[in-house]
């Protein structure tokens, strides 16, 4: 069964430095989201990316935060001068449009040191 | 940002009775509506979901109930089994201005014990 994969599982970064957190979604998906959560918190939405640009993103998903689809499988979260408090699981979702079920990696734990 | 809430954190129950999780809503411009189960250091994984032009679901043992005037929705799992423990999420899409992009909104999640 498809499925979406995220690299690193596990990923440590000093204050200050960028980190790119990878995933690939599954191959015949047109719809592609990052989603976070803080430990003991929901998970939330970070932004949406269709077509080869971004349709919606949320109040978190600042300048700090940009995302990227390469070529024709890799989709990318780079998060430049990272803070204390973007420490969380990052999760990558992929579906076949908008009102349809969103399948999830397994996350990346990004701590930042 | 409260537009999701499941009440109860928590939720036991033996094998082989009924679990029903519950959710509530604020936001009426919502109409899709999903369940995900999650385990420790895994993803969220999709369970059911509902459109808001029905009420009720059914997929094997999961049935999902939307009931749109209270803005209330259920899932119910029967028979419980104790693979089913996990932390149960709700979420909820909007369509804005005739178009989804399927931004989720969770709720904060119910952990289910199955009890042999």
Known sequence: ?113 | DQQVKQNSPSLSVQEGRISILNCDYTNSMFDYFLWYKKYPAEGPTFLISISSIKDKNEDGRFTVFLNKSAKHLSLHIVPSQPGDSAVYFCAASAVTGGTSYGKLTFGQGTILTVHP
């Open chain 1, 1 to 113: 069964e498809p499925e979406v994969t995220q690299t690193p599982s596990h990923q440590v970064t000093q204050m200050g430095q960028e980190v790119i957190l990878r995933c690939v979604p599954i191959s015949n998906h047109l719809y592609f989201y990052w989603y976070r959560q803080i430990l003991g918190q929901k998970v939330e939405f970070l932004v949406s990316f269709y077509n080869n640009e971004i349709s919606e993103k949320s109040e978190i998903f600042d300048d700090q935060f940009s995302v990227e689809r390469p070529d024709g499988s890799n989709f990318t979260l780079k998060i430049r001068s990272t803070k204390l408090e973007d420490s969380a699981m990052y999760f990558c979702a992929s579906s076949e449009g908008g009102l349809y079920e969103q399948f999830f990696g397994p996350g990346t734990r990004l701590t930042v040191l």
